[in-house]
């Protein structure tokens, strides 16, 4: 049963859908539930079999769990809840009030007590905020064999058992990481040391910023990253799927941003129309008000305009071309930061390569601007007057200017913004576009006045 042809109208349907025995995955389970109101939702999943509800509650795509848990009866959402992982019912919690969550809380034992508020008082975003503290470890001493009777035991309630940790018999320490391919090849009366990977683990504190956690576990093809603290006991582990989660959670906050608005921080159509006006209102509002600065730069050079009427004609063209080079220079730096190829202390390289790339980029547009007018005057489609060269030198030399000025403010942007502590990404195209507007048509008629002054201005 495909989930693109399941009507979401009825609850009666909904719930045959997502309790269908047959070939119907936990994923389109999620998506099914996520179409139906919290209530409807909640009463699904308290009939349903506890394995399968727990395993849906503890995908990270199921929005609103923490509504549909706070509708159910207590017993029953405390069931659930004691089924789940304890680092995605650590985001749960987070996330219901504070009495709700208290209440639930207090149905833990003091060992998940602990685990669970040690992973709610990381910050978000960091390794301690999206590990998991449901790892397999064994002490150095243990054999083969060993380990793979605990394994057997703990792999259900355990987030994964690809990797194996190894602690040492007094402090506790990480020494080694035993992956389960080696585990299964070791001879059985082996100590575990024998098959465990040479050197020391590669590691995160738990305060890491999760982009770094990303690119270690990519740089070093991992499944599991282990998380330490200061003195090298383990406090959990973040695995590549929590990494992608929240990685692709932040690309969209970003590309919201980017687009020149606040991250909505729901999906498109949950939103409310309310929240949506003011999600994208101020932002609107405050390039209009940039953008008014443009026309407050054209009265000041109206004498100028009325002069020379032709002017007007590549004033679209000169403004849309610094944007354009601005907006691409503010991309390919957010990324480069976003990725760590860049950091802060970069920006003079960046600034020496985008002066030399802005020019050149300025050139090639300026020629084609050149032959634009040179082609409609002799063949003409246009008659841009008796100094119709200066007009082609104006707009060739306006949009070096221009075009160099843009890549020049749109890589530097993301520097200040992450100097000041906010997100690069808040460098949206829109917020350069407008500032190189601005800039843009003072360069244009500057330019404009040392080149026509005494024929046309």
């Not at 909904?14 to 936990?26: P, S």
């Amino acid at each position: 049963m495909n989930i693109n042809s399941f009507p979401m109208r009825a609850g009666n349907a909904a719930r045959a859908f997502i309790n269908n025995n047959r070939a119907v995955t936990i994923a389109e389970r999620v998506e099914a539930l996520n179409a139906v109101d919290v209530a409807e939702a909640a009463n699904i999943l308290a009939k349903m079999p506890e394995e399968r509800a727990v395993r849906i509650l503890d995908r990270p795509e199921l929005r609103n769990a923490h509504a549909i848990l706070e509708v159910m009866g207590n017993a029953d959402a405390s069931r659930l809840l004691h089924g789940m992982s304890n680092d995605r019912v650590a985001d749960v919690l987070l996330e219901m009030d504070i009495d709700t969550r208290a209440r639930l809380f207090a149905t833990f034992d003091e060992h998940a007590r602990v685990a669970i508020q040690g992973l709610m008082g990381y910050p978000p975003r960091t390794a301690g905020g999206i590990m998991t503290t449901e790892f397999v470890s064994v002490l150095a001493s243990w054999t083969v064999a060993q380990t793979l009777d605990h394994v057997r035991q703990v792999e259900r309630s355990r987030e994964t058992v690809y990797a194996i940790y190894v602690l040492d018999d007094e402090t506790h320490v990480l020494l080694h990481v035993v992956t389960l391919r080696r585990l299964i090849t070791g001879e059985p009366d082996a100590c575990i040391l024998t098959v465990a990977q040479k050197g020391t683990p590669v590691t995160a504190p738990p305060l890491m910023k999760q982009e770094d956690v990303a690119r270690l576990i990519r740089r070093h093809d991992l499944l599991a990253l282990p998380v330490v603290d200061d003195k090298g006991h383990m406090l959990g582990i973040v695995t590549v799927d929590d990494v992608i989660d929240t990685m692709i959670a932040d690309t969209t906050e970003d590309a919201q941003k980017f687009g020149g608005m606040e991250a909505l921080g729901q999906p498109y159509m949950k939103i409310s129309f309310g929240g949506m006006i003011r999600k994208r209102a101020g932002w609107l509002a405050a390039l209009f008000l940039g953008e008014m600065l443009t026309a407050s730069a054209m009265q000041h050079f109206e004498g100028e305009l009325e002069k020379a009427v032709v002017l007007t004609l590549f004033i679209p063209l000169i403004m849309s071309s610094g944007g354009n080079s601005g907006s691409q220079a503010t991309s390919l730096i957010i990324r480069a930061l976003a990725l760590g190829e860049l950091k802060l202390s970069d920006w003079w390289r960046v600034a020496i390569r985008e002066l030399p790339t802005g020019i050149v980029l300025g050139a090639i547009l300026g020629l084609v601007g050149f032959a634009r007018i040179v082609l409609w005057q002799n063949i003409g489609l246009f008659d841009y007057g008796p100094h119709w060269q200066l007009v082609a030198l104006t707009v060739f030399a306006a949009l070096i200017g221009i075009v160099t000025f843009g890549s020049l403010a749109g890589s530097m942007l993301p520097f200040v913004l992450q100097k000041l502590r906010l997100d690069p990404a808040s460098a949206s195209a829109p917020f350069v576009a407008t500032l190189v507007d601005v800039t843009g048509l003072v360069i244009y008629f500057s330019v404009a006045l040392l080149i026509l002054s005494g024929t046309m201005l």
